[in-house]
């Protein structure tokens, strides 16, 4: 099969989307399909050779982050031209509407379209404000996707209409295989804990990390917090005073050594306060055997088993946080169990079984022509699907 897979976000600077789109490329390109991404990229970032770039990108604020996207006349061209050379069966659009290069390619493909949405918000005014420019573009995708139920609830409630639940997918075996670094794990006495994300960007919720470090300091004196991710650690220190020494800056990190991290640390931490619609580090981490401590999001919530794969705190409170970690690190046994639930929880969101219900919908439209249907969807995968 022949498969276009469009990024609204820049390579640039990659994210969940982004390492999404490649992960589901390359698994594709593994079973013989042929596969072509088009997305923004700088002309000297590296990128792989299925990645087509429509040029570099701006950033735009979109859905409570900063993001990277391209639009005008020159995108517009470049995505025509890989639309005609590719003679793709399915053209597979990631945030179709994204003031990107998505929604271009959106309104110029002939080929059945599959959509797929990633962001959860209970209320977004861009999309209500923007909702009579899109409408056109919903009657040309034949099928939609949601990462989760967060993510279908934005679709329903935004755009109508349904979409099939299919979660973002993991190489779990990739995690479960990585070698611990002897540097970054801990002892009874003085624990690790890691966390991954934008330092800069509130709602990854460093800052309530770094709140709950003097509490969980007062029992763990030798406690050593790994912080990784791109932006200015110093700010989010400022105010921990002696504590700041327990807080030792990665930086940027490769795939290989995020893999290692997990499989190094006591414990994970993901204390963002909101916009997720998944979690797919938690999901890394998971399958990496660490602990996962996370706020109780309902995108996390669910990826967690209301608490059966890891340890839920209340969202944006310190004070929850670091009881949650004292009572994780202090009941090795229960750590052990809910690893263990996650070892199998984790199954469910490895990609040979997300490609292949992926694979399914592409089966599906291209059975169908261009003709959006969703009936045949919720017969296939029943009404939501949820994993």
Same mark, same amino acid.
């Given at each position: 099969?022949?498969?276009?897979?469009?990024?609204?976000?820049? /390579?640039?600077?990659?994210?969940?989307?982004?390492?999404?789109?490649?992960?589901?490329?390359?698994?594709?390109?593994?079973?013989?399909?042929?596969?072509?991404?088009?997305?923004?990229?700088?002309?000297?970032?590296? %990128?792989?050779?299925?990645?087509?770039? %429509?040029?570099?990108?701006?950033?735009?604020?979109?859905?409570?982050?900063?993001?990277?996207?391209?639009?005008?006349?020159?995108?517009?061209?470049?995505?025509? +031209?890989?639309?005609? =050379?590719?003679?793709?069966?399915?053209?597979?659009?990631?945030?179709?509407?994204? *003031?990107?290069? &998505? #929604?271009?390619?959106?309104?110029?493909?002939? !080929?059945?379209?599959?959509?797929?949405?990633?962001?959860?918000?209970?209320?977004?005014?861009?999309?209500?404000?923007?909702? @009579?420019?899109?409408? *056109?573009?919903?009657?040309?995708?034949?099928?939609?996707?949601?990462?989760?139920?967060?993510?279908?609830?934005?679709?329903?409630?935004?755009?109508?209409?349904?979409?099939?639940?299919?979660?973002?997918?993991?190489?779990?075996?990739? /995690?479960?295989?990585?070698?611990?670094?002897?540097?970054?794990?801990?002892? @009874?006495?003085?624990? =690790?804990?890691?966390?991954? $994300?934008?330092?800069?960007?509130?709602?990854?919720?460093?800052?309530?990390? #770094?709140?709950?470090?003097?509490?969980?300091?007062?029992?763990?004196? &030798?406690?050593?917090?790994?912080?990784?991710? +791109?932006?200015?650690?110093?700010?989010?220190?400022?105010?921990?005073?002696?504590?700041?020494? !327990?807080?030792?800056?990665?930086?940027?990190?490769?795939?290989?050594?995020?893999?290692?991290?997990?499989?190094?640390?006591?414990?994970?931490?993901?204390?963002?306060?909101?916009?997720?619609? /998944?979690?797919?580090?938690?999901?890394?981490? #998971?399958?990496?055997?660490?602990?996962?401590?996370?706020?109780?999001?309902?995108?996390?919530?669910? %990826?967690?088993?209301?608490? $059966?794969? &890891?340890?839920?705190?209340?969202?944006?409170?310190?004070?929850?946080?670091?009881?949650? %970690?004292?009572?994780?690190?202090?009941?090795?046994?229960?750590?052990?169990?809910?690893?263990?639930?996650?070892?199998?929880?984790?199954? +469910? /969101?490895?990609?040979?079984?997300?490609?292949?219900?992926?694979?399914?919908?592409?089966? #599906?439209?291209?059975?169908? $022509?261009?003709?959006?249907?969703?009936?045949?969807?919720?017969?296939?995968?029943?009404?939501?699907?949820? @994993?």
């Amino acid at each position: 099969m022949r498969v276009g897979l469009v990024c609204p976000y820049s /390579f640039d600077a990659p994210g969940g989307v982004q390492f999404h789109i490649r992960d589901l490329a390359e698994h594709l390109i593994g079973h013989g399909h042929h596969v072509s991404v088009l997305a923004p990229a700088d002309e000297d970032t590296e %990128v792989p050779d299925y990645l087509v770039s %429509v040029g570099g990108a701006v950033p735009v604020r979109y859905n409570g982050s900063v993001a990277r996207l391209s639009f005008g006349p020159a995108v517009s061209a470049r995505t025509a +031209r890989w639309l005609a =050379t590719g003679a793709f069966d399915v053209v597979h659009i990631h945030e179709p509407f994204a *003031p990107s290069v &998505g #929604m271009i390619a959106l309104r110029r493909s002939e !080929a059945p379209v599959v959509a797929t949405f990633h962001s959860a918000q209970e209320r977004s005014r861009a999309l209500q404000v923007a909702y @009579p420019l899109v409408r *056109p573009g919903l009657e040309q995708i034949s099928a939609r996707i949601a990462v989760s139920e967060d993510a279908r609830r934005t679709v329903v409630e935004h755009l109508g209409g349904d979409a099939v639940v299919i979660p973002n997918g993991v190489n779990t075996r990739y /995690f479960a295989d990585a070698t611990p670094n002897p540097a970054w794990q801990g002892t @009874p006495e003085r624990p =690790t804990l890691a966390f991954l $994300g934008r330092l800069d960007e509130p709602r990854k919720g460093l800052q309530v990390l #770094m709140a709950a470090v003097p509490a969980i300091r007062a029992r763990y004196p &030798g406690l050593r917090v790994l912080v990784a991710g +791109r932006g200015d650690l110093a700010a989010a220190t400022a105010q921990l005073g002696e504590h700041a020494a !327990a807080v030792e800056e990665l930086g940027a990190i490769s795939d290989a050594e995020k893999a290692a991290l997990f499989a190094s640390v006591d414990a994970y931490i993901a204390p963002q306060t909101g916009g997720e619609s /998944f979690g797919i580090v938690l999901v890394e981490a #998971m399958s990496a055997g660490t602990s996962v401590i996370a706020s109780d999001l309902n995108a996390f919530r669910r %990826v967690l088993d209301d608490g $059966g794969s &890891g340890f839920l705190f209340s969202t944006g409170d310190p004070a929850s946080l670091a009881d949650t %970690v004292l009572r994780t690190l202090g009941d090795p046994a229960e750590r052990g169990r809910r690893r263990a639930h996650a070892e199998t929880a984790v199954r +469910r /969101f490895d990609w040979d079984e997300v490609a292949a219900r992926i694979l399914d919908v592409y089966a #599906m439209v291209t059975a169908h $022509g261009s003709q959006p249907s969703t009936g045949w969807l919720r017969r296939l995968f029943g009404p939501r699907s949820a @994993p």
